[in-house]
């Protein structure tokens, strides 16, 4: 991907006229990554430039005003996602009160003619957009037909009869079912960040952890997991997290501390990828230090069976 843009006001985005793509996108999973290939694919086929048109913050974030909404990939990851898909332009629209009261023509007026001089828009199944949700394909087949392109929508991706959705995907993960969300997504579900300082708690227990900062983000998951953490060295490296507030050390703010089984190195400041394979437990409060070491024990040896190690 060559080029990110941001804003609705500006010089045409694609200069020499773009294949679209609209959507949320959160955790870039099969069934968008279908639609990213088929306006690849249409894009190369007609010499014109592969374009995705997104929003940050999501619009449900928008509309939550606030409250925590899970995410099963942030921005970075989404950027990466596109780029992995060869993507060439990315217009990542910042969803505010302007946006959501604009009308389903406005948008097409502004975003995909204006900005995008689109030839093609290639939507999900049951699209909707514009203010109040007024806008459907079949609008945007009429409004195509004024301004000089076409819109289709693709047929969603289905496995074993279930039809992938982000919203399924999530609700997976937070039931613990590693194994179906990665089918879904097309790759495990992992969270990434830089390692940051913590307290140093967890080296006095014994248990020394790369700590991830989740900022403002909401994962779709907590609690104590097996996990594997990429970006060490060329494999991936065995270990047991905990993602939560840290209840018995009266913790405040969302944490993913990760211990590497048998590793000694330092690790702060790089960038590393948690992988969740298995829910252990959820997070809880121990009356004291010991307690908490003596079912982290328990994790640790519960999370070396699943991972096959010793």
């Known amino acids: 991907m060559r080029m990110l843009f941001r804003d609705i006001a500006g010089e045409p985005v694609a ?3 773009s294949v679209v793509c609209i959507g949320a996108f959160d955790g870039v999973h099969l069934g968008h990554r279908a639609v990213l290939a088929r306006v690849r694919e249409r894009a190369r086929a007609l010499s014109l430039d592969a374009v995705v048109a997104s929003f940050e913050p999501l619009p449900r974030e928008f509309f939550a005003h606030g409250r925590p909404v899970a995410r099963l990939s942030n921005v970075r990851e989404k950027i990466e996602q596109f780029r992995a898909a060869r993507i060439d332009r990315a217009l990542l629209l910042r969803f505010n009160a302007a946006l959501a009261a604009m009308s389903a023509q406005e948008f097409v007026e502004r975003v995909l003619v204006r900005r995008l001089d689109a030839r093609e828009v290639w939507v999900g199944e049951g ?7 007024g806008g459907d394909v079949d609008l945007l087949q009429r409004l195509g037909r004024e301004h000089g392109f076409t819109a289709r929508a693709l047929e969603p991706v289905v496995i074993d009869g279930e039809r992938i959705s982000s919203s399924a995907i999530r609700e997976a993960l937070a039931g613990g079912s590693f194994a179906l969300a990665a089918r879904w997504l097309g790759r495990p579900f992992a969270i990434g960040g830089h390692v940051v300082r913590g307290q140093q708690l967890g080296r006095k227990l014994g248990y020394p ?14 609690g104590i997991f097996a996990v594997k953490v990429h970006g060490i060295g060329d494999a991936a490296h065995p270990g ?24 000694d190195g330092d690790l702060y400041g790089r960038r590393i990828q948690v992988e969740f394979v298995e829910k252990l437990r959820d997070e809880e409060k121990f009356t004291d230090l010991d307690a908490m070491v003596k079912q982290i024990d328990r994790d640790a040896l519960r999370a070396r069976e699943i991972l096959g190690i010793s």
């Open 127 to 133: 699209f909707r957009f514009g203010h109040a949700r």
């Open 240 to 263: 047991v997290a905990s993602l939560g507030v840290r209840p018995t050390v009266n913790g405040k703010e969302p944490l993913l501390e990760a211990h590497l089984f048998d590793f």
């Open 209 to 222: 952890t790369a700590n991830l900062r989740l900022g403002s983000r909401t994962s779709p998951v907590d």
């Open 15 to 17: 200069t020499r006229g």
